[in-house]
C-alpha cells in the first residue's frame, strides 16, 4: 500500500505538471492573438490594398466606404497599412471576391488574409477603431443576403481616358485623393480603359486593370457602361520630334503662364527637357513671369525670375503686355464699368504693375522641387507610450503640403519600415532643391552621434544600436548635397528610458559614452539648417496638449509669408522658451548660403 500510494502521488505530480504546461500555452496563445486581430475560424480579411503610411491608406479606405460600410484600415507589424472591405468565412468568402472581381469594384491582386499580422485598427467606416473586441468584428463582418448567398457586388460603371492634348501634357495623372495636391500614383495615357468606383466634385476615384486605383480628373474620362476600348500600345509620353531643331529667341522674350482652365490641374509642369518624357522640376502657376529663351516645336525653354530654367509647353504661355510710363500730370478719365458693346479703354500702367488679385503672388513661387520626410512616433513597444510625436508629424505634414512639398511620411514605424521609408525618401530628393527631414519620438547620443529609435526598439547590449536604430548622420550625409538647401528639424530630446536602459547594459566603464539628449550634429560645408527642440545634451518636453512645445511653435510660424528661415526659428525659440517658462530652448546651427521662405 504505500507504494501504491507513493506512485500515484508521483502520478498526480507529473499529471500537475502536464496541466500546468498546458495552461502556459494556452495563455501564450490566447496572448498572441490578443496581439493580432483575427476574427477566428475559417474567416479572414478581404485586403483590396496596402499603403506605407496611414494618410493614404484612410483616403483610399474613404473611396470605398460609400459602397463597403464595412471597410478598414490596420497597421500591420511591417509598417504598413492594409485596407480591408470587411471580414467574412470561406468558402463564401471567396465566391464574393469572385464576384467583386469580375465587376471591376476591386483590384485584381485582392486577397484574403487572416489578420494574424494586423496590430489594430486605426480607422473604420464604422467609427470603431483599435485592438481586437467585440465591437471591431461585430461592426466589420460581411453580412450573407437574407437568401442564404452573398450580397450582390455593386455595379460599377466602366470608362476610359479621353480628351488629352498629344502636343502637351498627353497623360492624365492618378493621384491619391481628389485634388492635384495629392502625388501622383501614375500616368495613364488615351484610351486607358478604367472602372468608376466613385466621384468627389470634379475628382472620380476610378480603379486601372492592373488594381491600382485612385483618383483622376473627371473631364478627361468618358463614362460608357459596358465599353472598354483597346489601349494603345505601351510608349513614351509624347515630346518634341527629334528632328526639330531649337530657335534661340532673341532678344529673349517676357511671358506669362496663362488660363489653365482648360486643365485638369491647376500647374504647369517645368521639365528638363522639351517633352513630357522628361523630368518635372517645378510647377508653375497661372500668372508666373517667365522669360522665353529657346523654341523647339510647341516647347519654350524659360527662365524664371528665380534664376531657375527649364522647358514648358507654349500653350499655356502668354506674351507678358508692354508696360506703359503714364505722365503724372495728364489724368485718366472714364466710366467706372464698361457699357455693353463698348470696348473698355486700356489701363495706364505706371513702371511697377500693380498686382492682379486674380493671379498667385508672383513672390510666392516655390522655389524648384521641395520634398519632405516626415516621421513620428509614438507607439512604443518596449517603452511608455508619447502621445504627441505622431500628431505632431501629421499636422506637419499637412501644413507642408500647403508650402509645396512632397510629403513623405512614416507613422508608429518599426525598424524595417523606418529603413524603408528613409529609402524612398533618399531616392525622391535625387532631383530636389530643397530637402527637409522632421523627426518626433525617441533618440539618444552615443559617443557624440545620434540615433533615431523605432518603436520595435529594445536596447538591451551593446549591439542594439547597430542593429535596432537608423543613425542620424547617414541620412544629412544624403541630404547634404551640392546645389541643394536641406532643413532637419528634431524633436527627439525627450526623456528617454530605453537610452537608459541602454546605458546600464554597457555597463560602468562605458555607459558614459550616453549622454543626455542629442549631440550637436555640424553643419558641415553643405547648404544646411540643422534644428533641435531644446539644446544640445538637454531634455525636451513633449508637453500636455495635442502637440509638442516645439512642433506648435513651429507651426505657428512656419506658414507665416515673408519669414526668413533663421528669423523663423528665432521666434520659435522664443515662444518654446516663454511656453516652458525658461525650462526649455531649441537650439540650431545654420550654413545657409542664402535666404530661404517657406512662404514668400
Known sequence: MHQFGYGAAGRMKRLGLVLAAFACLVVTAIQDTNAAVIPGGNSGWLIVASRPNAPDAINLARSYANRFPQTTVFQS????????????????????????LSSGAIPGDSYFHNGQRFQFAVWSASGVTGGASQSLFASTRIAPAPSGGISPAPSSPQGYVTGLDPRGDNFLSLRAGPSTRYREITRMGLNTPLTILGRNGSWLNVALSDGRSGWAYGK???????????????SAPAAAPSDVTQRSITPPRQGVVGSLSSTGDNFLSLRTGAGTRFDEIARLLEGTEVTMMTQQGAWFEVELTNGMRGW??????????????ASPSVP???PETSQPN??????????VAPKNPNLPDLGTLPEGKRVALVI???????????????????????SLKRLGFTVIVGLDQSKVAMEGTVRTYVRAIQDADVALFFYAGHAMQLS???YLIPIDAKLEDETAVDFETIELGTLLDYMNAPGRLSIALLDACRDNPLSRRFSRSLGASRSSRVERGLAAPQAGGGNILIGFATAPGEVALDGDEDNSPFTTALLDHIETPGLEIEIMMKRVKADVYDSTRGTQSPWHNSALRREFYFKK
Do not use: C
Open 77 to 100: 507589424n511591417n509598417g504598413w497599412f492594409a485596407v480591408s472591405l470587411g471580414w467574412m468565412s470561406q468558402p463564401a468568402g471567396n465566391r464574393y471576391k469572385a464576384s467583386l
Open 220 to 234: 478627361y474620362i468618358a463614362s460608357v457602361p459596358g465599353y472598354a476600348p483597346t489601349p494603345p500600345a505601351a
Open 312 to 325: 514648358a509647353y507654349g500653350r499655356y504661355l502668354e506674351a507678358a503686355k508692354p508696360r506703359q510710363t
Open 332 to 334: 485718366t478719365i472714364g
Open 342 to 351: 463698348q470696348q473698355a479703354p486700356e489701363p495706364v500702367q505706371s513702371e
Open 376 to 398: 513620428g512616433n509614438s507607439a512604443y513597444e518596449h517603452a511608455p507610450f508619447l502621445p504627441n510625436p505622431k500628431n505632431d508629424a501629421t499636422d506637419l505634414m499637412e
Open 448 to 450: 557624440g552621434r545620434n
